[in-house]
């Protein structure tokens, strides 16, 4: 007999369609006891159990206990119309699919009657006729290292399913557990469903007088009395109320009540446990004081745009350790989709993962309770959890991002999610163990056996070489099993709570957005990693697909991630079906048509179609101009500096201009500003100055009134960089006239205050007249337009952070101190005392910022903390995924400036270093870096600066 699950398809066509039993019950019902009850009624025991990958969780999970000796085939496709839509579960093989058999592998055809543990089906059951189907293979072939610091998952004789542990309650514990959720509320669903259980359960029981309904019903009443008298008990507590005032309230409510002996007392207890905790938690609230402001430090974002706790920033190892929690109680989709995304009752699940060695990094926190610390000790306690790299991961997400109902399946889905996510060496054995905090029904006793199968074996079927190796481990624990668990308890504790301070910690973890995902996150990798979560590697992606893959693929840094490996074996298949990549390199025109990508997502996508190009195809023109604007765009995103790209590019420009300018000028004059701002970082700044002169002759309507300001600002800052300064200022104030003149005055606003930070640079080199009040007060006029237009507090920008429209006006404000610091000596002053509050990031202009703290620090006569501000921003510039080879030399600069101000502190020159960068970017003014470092002589302050333009012309200082 063959067992088929909610949410099946038909069967196609090969298959005994004569012997198939469904289960009413799984229609109408989610309730464990009406699942079991439909189970308990098929009339024998079946081979095989079909589902399929819309199947819930807790149905795979029920009928794997049920009938363990089943076999499991799961249906991946989307309509099942196809044999190579069915998998079997047991050895991840496609139905049809022919494997020779290994030594390890026990012969177990689906079609052969399967024994279980308390008869064997009749007679055989065959499941196709066509096919050979696949063999069930009971253990895995490779035994991945087990971690010894994991306990042993339970066996299964010692463990009792979760349906069987309200059977196994005495009726008055019944009457309590029916009382007990009903005075929690049953306003969930969860709840509503759990007292049904227990109420169905006493119902059925035989031989029982028939008061005993009776008495279900009133303890389901009198737990809904007691959840309204505690809502108003904890009021009372809140408003002040005294401990003698409040137990007379008590005592007066239950007298009023009129209740016999055993229910007064059940009543009595629930409020005399309420009215405890309520006490106990005001007090901790008064202990731990109202504070909005944490003492967490903020995690700085990179310019890769990946949090250092993602998962994403892992290396691959031989054991994980993974720590689930939740916080909320909302778990099902119609009522979650009625919440608010912050509302502090909506589900969510976090999941810890801790990399082989965290042990060393982490200290233990053993009974560690997030919401009985004290603040202190959760700023604490987090501030070690996010300072330790590369072995601390965090993912989770809220019911928002859920398709199904249940905590159970979203459990099952961050599971999936931790594993789909982590980098993993397909050649290596791999183990992670996931420990999940009991919950409700599910606690330690509860076997997981079937549910670690069934994603195993699912993700095996998928990417069978990915997931060949791996090994998992379920098990649920209790709070305080695991030293460990509290710092997932308070990851879960900061996300759901709605207390200020808790949103302060959010907000400075940076784990929103990144790690904690919303609703609104389409683009990280993590989501992205969903679209793969039911395809199967040998079958190509939907067009739309394949290039939101791409589009995430910036955010991936590992070789070793889930998308690296599948775009790669994607494009091995796609290079020998031309017509899957023409409909790729087709859907990628059309989104280029209607101005919809993100241009480093586009470049990934076109060197991946590049890369995996099949005989016969080819590239259009206006493809090849894409496809030189994306490279451009990603290197500049990258800090990356590629001579033959720029240099190749460059030459086909005025091809460009020539024979693409009447199809599609705005493309032609976006590739002109890419290479552009990658000549420029490479040192060539002269490179594109007539080719831009060539775009300006045409009449302004030609490239519209944008791209044509955008082009006269680019040309301006060429001249501004090779000293044609006379040339420079008239285009930058006809660049600002020319966005003036937009109708879309908030691209104008944008575009006016970037082109007249340029402009303010440009005068700054100039001298004269950037050292007078009238030139200060246009730089405070400017510098407001960042501190909603108030200029008294422009000194905001001194603890500002990492945003683009916060550190480049705080570089420009620091820039025009140090140029004059007389002028600005009382800001000065304001922006040094604000030091105990400054911030810092790690990208560009970050270590310029420290370089100018450093000098203005000096000249405070603070002489050591100088020192170590020059030595904080040289550390930024050193070689790495962060620095391209401009700001390394920016770092060499940096060197001799703190080699001027501080002689004596052994500032010395690497040599080497200047002739690896002479190599990549010729155009280096070298020879006045080393003769800084030569040198005996101080330079005055106006020679400084006249340095500092010559090594770091124009706004590269």
Same mark, same amino acid.
């Not at 047991?90 to 139905?95: F, K, M, Q, V």
């Not at 409510?253 to 005001?282: I, P």
């Not at 000549?679 to 302004?700: E, G, R």
């Given at each position: 007999?063959?067992?088929?699950?909610?949410?099946?398809?038909?069967?196609?066509?090969?298959?005994?369609?004569?012997?198939?039993?469904?289960?009413?019950?799984?229609?109408?019902?989610?309730?464990?006891?009406?699942?079991?009850?439909?189970?308990?009624?098929?009339?024998?025991?079946?081979?095989?159990?079909?589902?399929?990958?819309?199947?819930?969780?807790?149905?795979?999970?029920?009928?794997?206990? &049920?009938?363990?000796?089943?076999?499991?085939?799961?249906?991946?496709?989307?309509?099942?119309?196809?044999?190579?839509?069915?998998?079997?579960?047991?050895?991840?093989?496609?139905?049809?699919?022919?494997?020779?058999?290994?030594?390890?592998?026990?012969?177990?055809?689906?079609? !052969?009657?399967?024994?279980?543990?308390?008869?064997?089906?009749?007679?055989?059951?065959?499941?196709?006729?066509?096919?050979? *189907?696949?063999?069930?293979?009971?253990?895995?072939?490779?035994?991945?290292?087990?971690?010894?610091?994991?306990?042993?998952?339970?066996?299964?004789?010692?463990?009792?399913?979760?349906?069987?542990?309200?059977?196994?309650?005495?009726?008055?514990?019944?009457?309590?557990?029916?009382?007990?959720?009903?005075?929690?509320?049953?306003?969930?669903?969860?709840?509503?469903?759990?007292?049904?259980?227990?109420?169905?359960?006493?119902?059925?029981?035989?031989?029982?007088?028939?008061?005993?309904?009776?008495?279900?019903?009133?303890?389901?009443?009198?737990?809904?009395?007691?959840?309204?008298?505690?809502?108003?008990?904890?009021?009372?507590?809140?408003?002040?109320?005294?401990?003698?005032?409040?137990?007379?309230?008590?005592?007066?409510?239950?007298?009023?009540?009129?209740?016999?002996?055993?229910?007064?007392?059940?009543?009595?207890?629930?409020?005399?446990?309420?009215?405890?905790?309520?006490?106990?938690?005001?007090?901790?609230?008064?202990?731990?004081?109202?504070?909005?402001?944490?003492?967490?430090?903020?995690?700085?974002?990179?310019?890769?745009?990946?949090?250092?706790?993602?998962?994403?920033?892992?290396?691959?190892?031989?054991?994980?350790?993974?720590?689930?929690?939740? !916080?909320?109680?909302?778990?099902?989709?119609?009522?979650?989709? &009625?919440?608010?995304? !912050?509302?502090?009752?909506?589900?969510?699940?976090?999941?810890?993962?801790?990399?082989?060695?965290?042990?060393?990094?982490?200290?233990?926190?053993?009974?560690?309770?997030?919401?009985?610390?004290?603040?202190?000790?959760?700023?604490?306690?987090?501030?070690?959890?996010?300072?330790?790299?590369?072995?601390?991961?965090?993912?989770?997400?809220?019911?928002?991002?859920?398709?199904?109902?249940?905590?159970?399946?979203?459990?099952?889905?961050?599971?999936?999610?931790?594993?789909?996510?982590?980098?993993?060496?397909?050649?290596?054995?791999?183990?992670?163990?996931?420990?999940?905090?009991?919950?409700?029904?599910?606690?330690?006793?509860?076997?997981?056996?079937?549910?670690?199968?069934?994603?195993?074996?699912?993700?095996?079927?998928?990417?069978?070489?990915?997931?060949?190796?791996?090994?998992?481990?379920?098990?649920?624990?209790?709070?305080?099993?695991?030293?460990?668990?509290?710092?997932?308890?308070?990851?879960?504790?900061?996300?759901?709570?709605?207390?200020?301070?808790?949103?302060?910690?959010?907000?400075?973890?940076?784990?929103?957005?990144?790690?904690?995902?919303?609703?609104?996150?389409?683009?990280?990798?993590?989501?992205?990693?969903?679209?793969?979560?039911?395809?199967?590697?040998?079958?190509?992606?939907? &067009?739309?697909?394949?290039?939101?893959?791409?589009?995430?693929?910036?955010?991936?840094?590992?070789?070793?991630?889930?998308?690296?490996?599948?775009?790669?074996?994607?494009?091995?298949?796609?290079?020998?079906?031309?017509?899957?990549?023409?409909?790729?390199?087709?859907?990628?025109?059309?989104?280029?048509?209607?101005?919809?990508?993100?241009?480093?997502?586009?470049?990934?996508?076109?060197?991946?179609?590049?890369?995996?190009?099949?005989?016969?195809?080819?590239?259009? *023109?206006?493809?090849?101009?894409?496809?030189?604007? &994306?490279?451009?765009?990603?290197?500049?995103?990258?800090?990356?500096?590629? !001579?033959?790209?720029?240099?190749?590019?460059?030459?086909?420009?005025?091809?460009?201009?020539?024979?693409?300018?009447?199809?599609?000028?705005?493309?032609?004059?976006?590739?002109?500003?890419?290479?552009?701002?990658?000549?420029?970082?490479?040192?060539?700044?002269?490179?594109?100055? *007539?080719?831009?002169?060539?775009?300006?002759?045409?009449?302004?309507?030609?490239?519209?009134?944008?791209?044509?300001?955008?082009?006269?600002?680019?040309?301006?800052?060429?001249?501004?960089?090779?000293?044609?300064?006379?040339?420079?200022?008239?285009?930058?104030?006809?660049?600002?006239?020319?966005?003036?003149?937009?109708?879309?005055?908030?691209?104008?606003?944008?575009?006016?205050?970037?082109?007249?930070?340029?402009?303010?640079?440009?005068?700054?080199?100039?001298?004269?007249?950037?050292?007078?009040?009238?030139?200060?007060?246009?730089?405070?006029?400017?510098?407001?337009?960042?501190?909603?237009?108030?200029?008294?507090?422009?000194?905001?920008?001194?603890?500002?952070?990492?945003?683009?429209?916060?550190?480049? *006006?705080?570089?420009?404000?620091?820039?025009?101190?140090?140029?004059?610091?007389?002028?600005?000596?009382?800001?000065?002053?304001?922006?040094?005392?604000?030091?105990?509050?400054?911030?810092?990031?790690?990208?560009?202009?970050?270590?310029?910022?420290?370089?100018?703290?450093?000098?203005?620090?000096?000249?405070?006569?603070?002489?050591?903390?100088?020192?170590?501000?020059?030595?904080?921003?040289?550390?930024?510039?050193?070689?790495?995924?962060?620095?391209?080879?401009?700001?390394?030399?920016?770092?060499?600069?940096?060197?001799?400036?703190?080699?001027?101000?501080?002689?004596?502190?052994?500032?010395?020159?690497?040599?080497?270093?200047?002739?690896?960068?002479?190599?990549?970017?010729?155009?280096?003014?070298?020879?006045?870096?080393?003769?800084?470092?030569?040198?005996?002589?101080?330079?005055?302050?106006?020679?400084?600066?006249?340095?500092?333009?010559?090594?770091?012309?124009?706004?590269?200082?």
């Amino acid at each position: 007999m063959i067992l088929k699950l909610l949410n099946t398809p038909e069967l196609p066509a090969g298959f005994n369609r004569t012997n198939i039993c469904g289960v009413e019950t799984l229609k109408t019902s989610s309730r464990l006891d009406d699942i079991q009850a439909g189970f308990s009624t098929l009339k024998e025991q079946p081979s095989t159990i079909i589902g399929s990958k819309e199947t819930p969780a807790l149905h795979w999970f029920m009928a794997k206990n &049920a009938f363990p000796q089943a076999a499991l085939v799961c249906c991946y496709g989307e309509d099942g119309s196809q044999l190579s839509d069915w998998v079997d579960l047991n050895t991840g093989d496609a139905l049809g699919e022919k494997k020779a058999p290994s030594k390890e592998t026990q012969k177990t055809p689906l079609s !052969t009657p399967l024994k279980t543990n308390t008869q064997q089906s009749s007679a055989p059951e065959p499941v196709a006729s066509a096919p050979e *189907p696949a063999a069930v293979s009971p253990e895995p072939t490779a035994k991945p290292p087990v971690s010894p610091k994991t306990p042993k998952v339970k066996e299964a004789t010692k463990t009792v399913p979760a349906e069987h542990a309200i059977s196994s309650l005495s009726d008055g514990a019944l009457l309590n557990e029916i009382f007990k959720f009903s005075s929690w509320g049953l306003d969930i669903d969860e709840r509503r469903r759990k007292v049904d259980d227990l109420i169905y359960e006493g119902m059925n029981r035989q031989g029982r007088p028939r008061p005993f309904t009776k008495r279900l019903e009133l303890a389901r009443l009198d737990g809904i009395k007691g959840h309204t008298l505690g809502l108003e008990l904890k009021k009372r507590v809140r408003a002040g109320s005294s401990e003698e005032e409040l137990q007379q309230w008590v005592d007066a409510e239950l007298a009023s009540l009129n209740f016999g002996d055993f229910r007064a007392y059940r009543m009595q207890r629930h409020l005399t446990l309420v009215k405890n905790k309520a006490l106990v938690y005001q007090q901790k609230l008064k202990a731990k004081g109202h504070a909005s402001r944490s003492q967490l430090k903020q995690v700085e974002i990179d310019k890769t745009g990946v949090h250092p706790n993602s998962l994403q920033s892992l290396s691959p190892c031989a054991v994980w350790d993974v720590l689930i929690d939740e !916080t909320g109680n909302v778990f099902e989709l119609d009522e979650a989709e &009625a919440l608010n995304s !912050t509302h502090n009752t909506l589900g969510k699940v976090v999941a810890l993962v801790l990399a082989q060695g965290y042990e060393t990094k982490l200290p233990k926190k053993d009974k560690f309770h997030a919401t009985e610390a004290k603040n202190a000790e959760i700023d604490s306690l987090l501030n070690d959890l996010l300072s330790v790299k590369g072995k601390v991961g965090i993912i989770g997400f809220s019911m928002k991002d859920a398709t199904k109902n249940g905590w159970l399946s979203q459990i099952e889905k961050l599971i999936r999610t931790v594993i789909m996510l982590l980098p993993i060496k397909p050649e290596n054995p791999v183990r992670i163990n996931f420990n999940i905090e009991q919950r409700s029904g599910f606690t330690a006793s509860v076997n997981l056996i079937a549910l670690e199968e069934l994603i195993i074996t699912s993700l095996t079927a998928q990417f069978p070489q990915r997931f060949d190796k791996l090994h998992i481990s379920l098990s649920f624990i209790t709070k305080d099993e695991n030293p460990y668990n509290a710092y997932v308890d308070t990851l879960a504790h900061m996300w759901g709570s709605p207390a200020a301070i808790s949103k302060d910690r959010l907000k400075k973890s940076a784990l929103l957005g990144h790690c904690l995902l919303r609703q609104s996150d389409q683009q990280g990798i993590e989501k992205l990693t969903w679209i793969l979560e039911d395809k199967r590697i040998d079958a190509p992606l939907r &067009a739309s697909e394949w290039f939101k893959l791409c589009e995430g693929a910036k955010f991936d840094l590992s070789e070793k991630s889930l998308l690296s490996y599948y775009l790669t074996e994607l494009g091995k298949k796609v290079k020998t079906t031309p017509d899957v990549w023409n409909n790729y390199l087709d859907y990628i025109q059309k989104r280029i048509s209607a101005k919809d990508y993100d241009l480093v997502g586009l470049g990934y996508g076109i060197n991946w179609l590049s890369s995996y190009q099949p005989e016969g195809t080819t590239f259009t *023109p206006m493809m090849e101009l894409h496809h030189s604007a &994306a490279s451009l765009a990603l290197a500049n995103h990258q800090g990356r500096v590629l !001579t033959d790209l720029i240099s190749t590019a460059t030459t086909k420009s005025e091809q460009y201009i020539n024979e693409l300018l009447a199809e599609d000028a705005i493309a032609v004059a976006n590739l002109i500003l890419k290479i552009a701002v990658a000549t420029t970082n490479a040192y060539a700044f002269d490179t594109l100055i *007539p080719i831009i002169k060539k775009c300006l002759s045409y009449p302004v309507e030609v490239f519209g009134l944008l791209t044509y300001s955008k082009l006269q600002s680019q040309l301006a800052q060429l001249y501004a960089f090779t000293g044609q300064d006379q040339a420079a200022e008239p285009l930058f104030s006809s660049a600002i006239e020319g966005f003036k003149k937009l109708s879309n005055k908030a691209q104008a606003g944008k575009e006016i205050l970037q082109t007249t930070s340029y402009q303010l640079i440009h005068q700054m080199k100039l001298g004269g007249a950037s050292t007078t009040e009238d030139f200060k007060a246009q730089v405070v006029k400017h510098l407001s337009r960042f501190v909603r237009d108030e200029p008294s507090k422009i000194l905001k920008l001194a603890t500002s952070g990492d945003l683009p429209m916060q550190k480049y *006006p705080h570089h420009l404000m620091l820039r025009a101190m140090v140029l004059a610091p007389s002028l600005w000596q009382t800001e000065i002053d304001g922006y040094l005392a604000k030091q105990a509050n400054w911030q810092q990031g790690e990208s560009h202009p970050w270590a310029l910022i420290l370089a100018y703290r450093a000098w203005l620090m000096l000249g405070a006569g603070n002489r050591a903390e100088s020192l170590d501000l020059f030595k904080q921003a040289i550390a930024l510039c050193q070689p790495g995924e962060l620095s391209g080879p401009t700001v390394e030399w920016i770092g060499l600069v940096i060197t001799g400036l703190a080699k001027q101000l501080h002689p004596q502190t052994g500032f010395e020159l690497d040599l080497e270093h200047v002739n690896a960068l002479q190599h990549q970017m010729p155009g280096l003014p070298t020879a006045e870096l080393t003769e800084v470092f030569s040198t005996k002589t101080s330079l005055t302050h106006v020679e400084q600066l006249a340095w500092l333009e010559k090594c770091l012309p124009f706004n590269f200082h």
